[in-house]
T-cell receptor, first 113, second 113 residues
Framework: GNSVTQMEGPVTLSEEAFLTINCTYTATGYPSLFWYVQYPGEGLQLLLKATKADDKGSNKGFEATYRKETTSFHLEKGSVQVSDSAVYFCALIFSGSARQLTFGSGTQLTVLP | SQTIHQWPATLVQPVGSPLSLECTVEGTSNPNLYWYRQAAGRGLQLLFYSVGIGQISSEVPQNLSASRPQDRQFILSSKKLLLSDSGFYLC????????????FGNGTRLTVT
């Protein structure tokens, strides 16, 4: 079956530090990949996406590259801010199937001033 | 533009009482609709999804049920709540084209006492 494995949290960084949250997946075929962010007490917001190998998704200074050879989609940001503190979820979906959306377990990020 | 509304935002209910959470989507037709649950400190669990009116698929057997009485309305119910039903419930929608992402509501925090 399909699965997503995320870096264990929580992750605590100082402001302006470099962020990497690892995400790898297991899937038959070539899914689309997403990163969602959940701020405290809120629902999930789509942060970025990539639909095919070597695509790079980017938004709000965050980036992730779809690496087919390593089945990975690591999230990176060069300089984090306190406002980036949230839970980050990696997810995958296959075309044409309403139920094949798979989430990772989430990674809690706390950025200290 | 499309919007999703979910209510109530918070709910405290005694064990054995009924439950009804409602979700509506505006600005799109025939969306796929989803109910997810997020237990404290854990990832997202898909509970139900629907590809059309009256069409409900259950992912996890439990004492919850879902209904879709109208195209853009999705309701999560229970006849008798258990303590283990406490959690953060998220409604989401997507269009069934390609690999478009899910869009989430702001969630309902349910505490069963």
């Amino acid at each position: 079956g399909n699965s997503v494995t995320q870096m264990e949290g929580p992750v605590t960084l100082s402001e302006e530090a470099f962020l990497t949250i690892n995400c790898t997946y297991t899937a038959t075929g070539y899914p689309s990949l997403f990163w969602y962010v959940q701020y405290p007490g809120e629902g999930l917001q789509l942060l970025l996406k990539a639909t095919k190998a070597d695509d790079k998704g980017s938004n709000k200074g965050f980036e992730a590259t779809y690496r087919k050879e390593t089945t990975s989609f690591h999230l990176e940001k060069g300089s984090v801010q306190v406002s980036d503190s949230a839970v980050y979820f990696c997810a995958l979906i296959f075309s044409g199937s309403a139920r094949q959306l798979t989430f990772g377990s989430g990674t809690q990020l706390t950025v200290l001033p | 533009s499309q919007t999703i509304h979910q209510w109530p935002a918070t709910l405290v209910q005694p064990v054995g009482s009924p439950l009804s959470l409602e979700c509506t989507v505006e600005g799109t037709s025939n969306p796929n609709l989803y109910w997810y649950r997020q237990a404290a400190g854990r990832g997202l669990q898909l509970l139900f999804y629907s590809v059309g009116i009256g069409q409900i698929s259950s992912e996890v057997p439990q004492n919850l049920s879902a209904s879709r009485p109208q195209d853009r309305q999705f309701i999560l119910s229970s006849k008798k709540l258990l303590l283990s039903d406490s959690g953060f419930y998220l409604c989401a929608w997507s269009v069934d084209r390609g690999t478009t992402p899910l869009h989430f509501g702001n969630g309902t925090r349910l505490t069963v006492t």
